[in-house]
C-alpha cells in the first residue's frame, strides 16, 4: 500500500472532478465534508493511532485518558500488558472491585484487568498499591487529523484518494436531496466495505452491521430457511 501526502486543496481539487456539471458546493463545505469522510475512516478503522502514558495512583481503579486519545485499545501496566474485560463483567464477577486493592486477601498482586469505562475512560483491577506505582501506558486511536487551510497535510494510501472524495462528496450532496443524494449512496457503501477489508473485526460489530444492512439480510435469510432440530429444541418442541 502506497501512501501520499495530500493537502487540502488536492483533496478539493479532486473532490471537484466528481460531478458531472456544475459545483455546487463552497469551499468551506468542502472542507467540512473532507474532514466528516476522514472521521468516517477513522471511526471504522482506527487509522490513526498513538499510545501515551499515565501516572498510576494509590488506590485509584479510574483514569482519564487525553484528549489527544479518542478510544482505548491496550493498556499496560508497569511494562505486563492487561487482560480487557468489560464493566459490565466486572461488576458480575467482582463486585467489590471499587474497594479492592492489588495484594488484599483474595485480590490479585498486581492489576491484571482493565475496561473502558467510556470512550475517555478507563478502570483497573484491582487498583494498585503503594508498591506497585508505575505507569500506565494506554495504546489506542487518536482524534482524528483536522484540515484547515488549504496547506494542511494528510498521509493516506492512494487507494482512499477516491473513497474519501467520494464519500464527502456524499456528505455534499444530501443538501441537494432528491436524485442526486441517492446516486451518491454507492459512495457510502464503498466506504463501508473498504472498512470492513481493512479491519475484518468491524463484521462483528453490531453498530459496524446494523449500518452496513448486514443484520437485516440475515434476519432475512434466517426467515427464508426451513426449521431444523436445533430450533425446535429451542421451542421447547
Known amino acids: 500500500m502506497a501512501y501520499t501526502t495530500v493537502t487540502l486543496a488536492d483533496l478539493a481539487a479532486l473532490l471537484r472532478t466528481r460531478v458531472d456539471g456544475s459545483v455546487f458546493w463552497e469551499h468551506e463545505e468542502a472542507r467540512l465534508a473532507l474532514n466528516e469522510a476522514l472521521r468516517e475512516w477513522n471511526l471504522w478503522t482506527g487509522r490513526w493511532r498513538r499510545g501515551v502514558t499515565i501516572a498510576s495512583v494509590l488506590g485509584q481503579h479510574r483514569y482519564t485518558l487525553p484528549s489527544t486519545l479518542t478510544y482505548s485499545m491496550a493498556v499496560r501496566f508497569s511494562g ?20 479492592q486493592t492489588a495484594g488484599a486477601a483474595g485480590v490479585p498482586t498486581t492489576p491484571i484487568l482493565w475496561a473502558p469505562q467510556s470512550l475517555t475512560q478507563i478502570v483497573l483491577w484491582p487498583a494498585p498499591d503503594a508498591s506497585l506505582l508505575g505507569a500506565i501506558a494506554v495504546s489506542g486511536v487518536s482524534a482524528t487529523p483536522v484540515l484547515v487551510e488549504d496547506g494542511d497535510t494528510i498521509d493516506l494510501g492512494d487507494e ?6 467520494d464519500f464527502a462528496l456524499h456528505v455534499l450532496a444530501f443538501k441537494e436531496g432528491g436524485p442526486r443524494w441517492r446516486a451518491t449512496l454507492p459512495a457510502w457503501k464503498a466506504l463501508l466495505q473498504a472498512a470492513a477489508e481493512e479491519n475484518g473485526r468491524l463484521k462483528a460489530n453490531q453498530a459496524f452491521r446494523r449500518a452496513a444492512g448486514l443484520d437485516y439480510r440475515r434476519q432475512q435469510q434466517l426467515g427464508q ?10 421451542a421447547g418442541q
Request: proline share 11%.
Open 80 to 99: 505486563d500488558a492487561l487482560h480487557p474485560t468489560s464493566y459490565w463483567d466486572l461488576d458480575v464477577a467482582q463486585p467489590q472491585w471499587p474497594q
Open 225 to 234: 430457511r426451513r426449521p431444523n432440530a436445533l430450533d425446535q429444541l429451542e
Open 160 to 165: 482512499l484518494l477516491d473513497l474519501i472524495t
